[in-house]
């Protein structure tokens, strides 16, 4: 839940300042501040360890799943509310129950296939995708929501031996990596008139002492949340760490509204409220919880 508050946070700094540099931008300078301050934990942590993971081929494609659904929500980000965005991206834990039970067998159960679908009819009460006003960019950050879910999964199953700093190290590099890419590729073909998603075909562009505070900031928020969440899905089955991850909804209205005045209205606080049953209902009578 800590990882998630300062995910939340994070994301409505990144929203906020989606103007002044583009994500590939993003991507690249925070890996200045993260990748060293990784290093630097490790060393502290972990002096022995070579940061190098023991399955690296399953900790590279978790990487890239992650690059991949932090680009698909943060596009959407500049476009709709932080709380909407983060009710479609908070689809991720049914999707990991799904994807448990599909690709690792790990038991769902009844009470869980009921909290699945309560889950989903809450996400459809707040993306209302019948209205009028729907636009199908609200269906990318459900699309992050199954990147993550497919990582987390692959993190429960393949990866639950890695060292948390080696996991967060090699998604940390897969991000410069990408930025790097995305920045070269938008050097070398520049988008032409009007941009449909600015944040993700802008240029390089100059950086004051402003917008480096808020890349330090964000890249610390990064290492912290990365371990964090690297550690969570070690520590227990993915369908079960998975469940606390609805706190973040309740962290994103928060955060909506100190920095946007951004207050949901009723049908979002209706499906909200489903999707934090839902979450309830898969997290209840659960391993984790007769543990404690």
């Known amino acids: 839940m800590t990882s998630v508050f300062m995910l939340a946070f994070g994301d409505a ?21 993260t990748v060293p301050l990784l290093f630097g934990v490790a060393r502290i942590l972990a002096p022995a360890s070579t940061l190098w993971p023991k399955a690296v081929g399953w900790v590279f494609v978790r990487s890239i799943l992650i690059v991949l ?26 999707f ?24 989903f009819i ?16 609200a269906l990318l950050p459900i699309l992050a929501a199954i990147f993550y879910a497919l990582a987390a999964v692959i993190t429960r199953s393949k990866c639950s031996d890695e060292n948390a700093l080696s996991v967060a190290m090699s998604l940390n590099l897969c991000l410069v990596m990408s930025g790097a890419l995305g ?15 600015p944040f993700l075909q802008s240029p390089w562009t100059a950086m004051n002492n402003g917008t480096w505070a808020i890349i330090v900031l964000l890249g610390i928020l990064l290492v912290a949340e ?13 369908a079960i760490i998975g469940t606390f991850d609805y706190s973040y909804l309740v962290f994103a209205v928060f955060w909506s509204f100190v920095f946007f005045a951004d207050a949901p209205d009723i049908l979002t606080v209706l499906g909200i409220g ?16 007769q543990a404690y």
Do not use: H
Request: net charge positive; charged share 10%.
């Open 226 to 238: 990365s371990i964090g969440v690297a550690k969570a899905y070690q520590i227990a089955p993915a």
């Open 274 to 289: 489903f999707i934090l049953v839902a979450g309830w209902l898969v997290v209840w009578n659960s391993p984790l919880k």
């Open 183 to 197: 920045v070269g590729g938008i050097m070398f073909v520049p988008a032409a008139g009007n941009l449909a998603f």
């Open 122 to 137: 809450g996400v459809l009460v707040i993306l209302r995708p019948a209205a009028d006003a729907f636009s199908a960019v």
């Open 13 to 33: 700094v990144v929203k906020q300042s989606s103007a002044d540099f583009s994500l590939w931008q993003l991507f690249v300078a925070r890996g200045l501040i």
């Open 69 to 94: 659904m932090w680009i698909a929500y943060y596009a959407a980000l500049p476009f709709m509310s932080l709380s909407v965005a983060a009710t479609a991206l908070y689809t991720t834990p049914l």
């Open 96 to 119: 990991i129950a799904l994807f448990s039970a599909a690709l690792i067998r790990e038991p769902v159960g009844a009470r869980r296939w009921l909290g699945i679908l309560l889950g």
